[in-house]
Nanobody
């Protein structure tokens, strides 16, 4: 599956963005999906995940209540609504397909197979 994330940008603290991820080359609805992020000098970290149907979601504690993951299987699209942004949310955000071997949502990057190129979110204070 080929993934392309977009929608990042420069935003002031407290602002919002909607990140999108377009999928192609596979059956999008077969995959649990995730968002990760990587800040400069830091390791890639889990942000949120969503089940194949979209009915189940899971969030990192650091974004819970501020970020919302969703998907539209008819459009082969994954989304991340990011609200209440903080300077520490500054990072490159990646979308990824979870390995088909796992039914439940996973938070480890090593358990995701296909990755998009990332979109940069910069939050100014």
């Amino acid at each position: 599956v080929q993934l392309q994330a977009y929608g990042g940008g420069l935003v002031q603290a407290g602002g919002s963005l909607k990140l999108s991820c377009a999928a192609s080359g596979g059956t999008f609805s077969n995959y649990n999906m995730g968002w990760f992020r990587q800040a400069p000098g830091k390791e890639r970290e889990f942000v949120a995940a969503i089940s194949r149907s979209g009915f189940t979601t899971y969030y990192a504690d650091s974004v819970k209540g501020r970020f919302t993951i969703s998907r539209d299987n008819a459009k082969n699209a994954l989304y991340l609504q990011v609200d209440g942004l903080k300077p520490e949310d500054t990072a490159v955000y990646y979308c990824a397909t979870q390995s088909w071997r796992f039914e439940s949502l996973q938070t480890q990057a090593a358990l995701y197979d296909d990755w998009g190129q990332g979109t940069l979110v910069t939050v100014s204070s």
